[in-house]
């Protein structure tokens, strides 16, 4: 069965400092979102991406933060200096097109990059 | 207020026991509406989408409720590997997919 992977699975990095989260979706979705998960707390909508360009972002995507399709399969998620307050479990997710109508269709999730900033 | 609000818990239940979890959410144009199942640390699952005239998956039922903005699951026969943290997940319109969770409601099964 066809999956979103991510990589790494865990990273650690001193505060200031850039990451790069890097995923890959399922090979025939089109749309293409961030998610994190701070411990303890629940899941946050941070950016969806669709042809290319951000289609959606919330508060916490600002400045600091950047999503790439850099070639056909790879989504990625950089945030440029890391803070303390970064640390949390960043899921990716894809889903398929839709049918034109006013249903989403489901998203695909990934197993997670658990970010730790020191 | 906010977004999604769902059951604080944890449910703890014994296997065979039937439990129900109630989400209420608070933005009227919110237009689809599903629960994901979490593990401990692990991503989210879709475990079914919620349609307005409820729906049913074997021993999961759903029910929609959108002039009170109501969600509800209930499980029935419960089992050990149903222990998890059960997500009340809406999407509004025009806001590019994004998937707006509740706080999670954690189920523990005992034998």
């Known amino acids: 069965e066809p999956e979103v992977t991510q990589t790494p699975s865990h990273q650690v990095t001193q505060m200031g400092q850039e990451v790069i989260l890097r995923c890959v979706p399922i090979?025939?979705?089109?749309?293409f979102y961030w998610y994190r998960q701070i411990l303890g707390q629940k899941v946050e909508f941070l950016v969806s991406?669709?042809?290319?360009?951000?289609?959606?972002k919330s508060e916490i995507f600002d400045d600091q933060f950047s999503v790439e399709r850099p070639d056909g399969s790879n989504f990625t998620l950089k945030i440029r200096s890391t803070k303390l307050e970064d640390s949390a479990m960043y899921f990716c997710?894809?889903?398929?097109?839709?049918?034109?109508?006013?249903?989403?269709?489901?998203?695909?999730f990934g197993p997670g990059t658990r970010l730790t900033v020191l | 207020r906010k977004e999604v609000e769902q059951d604080p818990g944890p449910f703890n239940v014994p296997e065979g026991a039937t439990v129900a979890f109630n989400c209420t959410y608070s933005?009227?144009?919110?237009?689809?509406f599903f629960w994901y199942r979490q593990d401990c640390r692990k991503e989210p699952k879709l475990l079914m989408s919620?349609?307005?005239s409820g729906n049913e998956d074997g021993r999961f039922t759903a029910q929609l409720n959108r002039a009170s903005q109501y969600i509800s699951l209930l499980i029935r026969d419960s089992k050990l590997s149903d222990s998890a943290t059960y997500l009340c997940?809406?999407?509004?319109?025009?806001?590019?997919?994004?998937?707006?969770f509740g706080q999670g409601t954690e189920l523990s099964v005992k034998p």
């Open positions: 991406f669709y042809n290319n360009e951000i289609s959606e």
């Open positions: 997940v809406v999407t509004v319109y025009n806001q590019g997919g994004k998937l707006i």
């Open positions: 090979s025939n979705h089109l749309y």
């Open positions: 933005n009227s144009a919110s237009q689809s």
């Open positions: 919620v349609y307005s």
């Open positions: 997710a894809s889903s398929q097109p839709t049918s034109g109508g006013a249903v989403y269709n489901e998203q695909f």
